[in-house]
């Protein structure tokens, strides 16, 4: 089993930066690949990012690549999320998530944290 606690959320306006975390706790991550996800009001999950535990290999979401940076400390069981030039249009619920690198979906998942972005 692999635990999810995702921080960092917060109310910010257009245009700041915010970090948010996930601490993993459970069994050991290699072989595992680490995932952001966001979900906006009325809206399904989408993805935004992942990492490879191992090698910290990342693939990002077009509609973030270049403004979000995902990273992990393996040393910590930390994984993050860095948003830049934030818009209205980032405001979700954000969660992490694991899943096995050679899989197809994420068994594991956090409960989220709110980020709103005001214009």
């Known amino acids: 089993q692999v635990q999810l606690v995702e921080s960092g959320g917060s109310t910010v306006k257009a245009g700041d930066s915010l970090r948010l975390s996930c601490q993993v706790s459970g069994r050991s991550l290699a072989g595992y690949a680490m995932g952001w996800f966001r979900q906006a009001p009325g809206e399904g999950r989408d993805f935004m990012a992942n990492?490879?535990?191992?090698?910290?290999?990342?693939y990002y979401a077009d509609s973030v690549k270049g403004r979000f940076t995902i990273s992990r400390d393996n040393a910590k069981n930390m994984v993050y999320l860095l948003m830049n030039d934030l818009t209205p249009q980032d405001t979700a619920v954000y969660y992490c998530?694991?899943?096995?690198?050679?899989?197809?979906?994420?068994?594991?998942w956090g409960q989220g944290t709110q980020v709103t972005v005001s214009s």
């Open positions: 990492i490879a535990w191992d090698d910290a290999v990342t």
């Open positions: 998530a694991a899943g096995l690198l050679k899989g197809d979906s994420y068994p594991y």
